[in-house]
């Protein structure tokens, strides 16, 4: 296969990296450096990196703050030439885990092209709310 071949295959390409890690704190340094790695592996901008590792950031610790006890957060990374998605999920203790009407969903807002999140209704065997946040960026240039 010829470069050209690569090339023109690898703009249909997406590659998903996924982790998941214990709802808690300490676990940030972790998924803040998978983030940042990624994003890099990706090709994004630097700049474009900081974005992501700060939005991821802020999902994370709100969803950490109001996790459920024993449970995990997980994080799921998809990127393509153009665009990279991010999936984080986790069980909350409350309906306000990613409250839209607070200041870190302001800044996620402001830092990606796309943000939504999901929550289902209270499920008694995991003791909490599954929450769902979905955020995007689309390449620069």
């Given at each position: 296969?010829?470069?050209?071949?690569?090339?023109?295959?690898?703009?249909?390409?997406?590659?998903?990296?996924?982790v998941?890690?214990?709802?808690?704190?300490?676990?940030?340094?972790?998924?803040?450096?998978?983030?940042?790695?990624?994003?890099?592996?990706?090709?994004?901008?630097?700049?474009?990196?900081?974005d992501?590792?700060?939005?991821?950031?802020?999902?994370a610790?709100?969803?950490?703050?109001?996790?459920?006890?024993?449970?995990?957060?997980?994080?799921?990374?998809?990127?393509?030439?153009?665009?990279?998605?991010?999936?984080?999920?986790s069980?909350?203790?409350?309906?306000?885990?990613?409250?839209r009407d607070?200041?870190?969903?302001?800044?996620?807002?402001?830092?990606?092209?796309s943000?939504?999140?999901v929550?289902?209704?209270?499920?008694?065997?995991?003791?909490?709310?599954?929450?769902?946040?979905?955020f995007?960026?689309v390449?620069?240039?």
């Amino acid at each position: 296969m010829g470069m050209g071949d690569w090339a023109s295959r690898s703009s249909t390409t997406t590659t998903t990296v996924a982790v998941r890690v214990p709802a808690q704190l300490e676990q940030l340094i972790m998924v803040r450096a998978l983030a940042e790695t990624i994003s890099l592996i990706a090709d994004f901008a630097l700049d474009e990196v900081t974005d992501i590792r700060l939005a991821l950031d802020e999902v994370a610790t709100s969803l950490m703050l109001d996790a459920a006890p024993g449970t995990n957060l997980e994080c799921q990374f998809s990127y393509d030439d153009n665009r990279m998605f991010v999936h984080v999920s986790s069980v909350a203790t409350s309906e306000t885990a990613m409250g839209r009407d607070g200041f870190g969903w302001h800044i996620v807002r402001t830092l990606t092209d796309s943000i939504a999140a999901v929550q289902r209704p209270y499920d008694s065997a995991i003791g909490g709310y599954p929450t769902l946040v979905d955020f995007s960026w689309v390449r620069a240039g």
